[in-house]
């Protein structure tokens, strides 16, 4: 069975600085990742997948997230943090043949000014 | 455009009443999803469904049904079993067990009172 595991249910930081949100998974077999972010009572968007091709992927809005075998993780960063950032981002994980995706409880960012 | 329309946005009932809310999705996606969102707590799964007149009990189905007659549709009825139903609501959809992501509807959120 899969898990996704996201550290910190909140992260504030400057306006311009670097940004960070955790994932780790849980996954016998090769994962998919994701990451989804979440505007008040909006639904899901997708910002980035990795989907076993290059482990750097790029997204949306400046962001990229590095995945990590060895650590299991697939952390979400964006060098410089815009107010318009503020919103709640989610880790997701499937795998192939399943048709169940997996969603950690998420990470509230908060962007001061 | 293609898309997921979740209807209506907002919903009031009162205690005891079953309530259905709606799905539709023109993506020509085959597998469709219900998660609910609380506080703190990310995305459960309730139900989702492969095929048309196909579905699977997800994480929470308990005091929840669906039904699934077209490829497009995939309601939700909550009823007077579930001992909790005040919550936001996710529709969800995508092409099924393969690296691809999951597209989200905008929500409906309920209040029972």
């Known amino acids: 069975a899969q898990s996704v595991t996201q550290l910190g249910s909140h992260v504030s930081v400057s306006e311009g600085a670097l940004v960070l949100l955790r994932c780790n998974y849980s996954?016998?077999?090769?994962?998919?990742l994701f990451w989804y972010v979440q505007y008040p009572n909006q639904g899901l968007q997708l910002l980035l997948k990795?989907?076993?091709?290059?482990?750097l992927v790029k997204g949306i809005n400046d962001f990229e997230a590095e995945f990590k075998k060895s650590e299991t993780s697939f952390h979400l960063t964006k060098p410089s943090a815009h107010m318009s950032d503020a919103a709640e981002y989610f880790c997701a994980v499937t795998t192939s043949g399943t048709y169940k995706y997996i969603f950690g409880t998420g990470t509230r960012l908060k962007v001061l000014a | 455009d293609g898309g997921i329309t979740q209807s209506p946005k907002y919903l009031f009932r009162k205690e005891g009443q079953n309530v259905t809310l709606s799905c539709e999705q023109n993506?020509?996606?085959?597998?469709m999803y219900w998660y609910r969102q609380d506080p703190g707590q990310g995305l459960r799964l309730i139900y989702y469904?492969?095929?048309?007149?196909?579905?699977q009990k997800g994480d929470i189905a308990e005091g929840y049904s669906v039904s699934r007659e077209k490829k497009e549709s995939f309601p939700l009825t909550v009823t007077s079993a579930q001992k909790n139903p005040t919550a936001f609501y996710l529709c969800?959809?995508?092409?099924?067990?393969?690296?691809?992501?999951?597209?989200f509807g905008q929500g409906t959120r309920l209040t029972v009172v």
């Open positions: 996954s016998s077999v090769p994962p998919y």
């Open positions: 990795y989907t076993s091709a290059a482990t």
């Open positions: 993506l020509n996606h085959d597998a």
């Open positions: 969800a959809s995508s092409t099924g067990p393969s690296n691809t992501e999951a597209f």
């Open positions: 469904s492969q095929i048309v007149n196909d579905f």
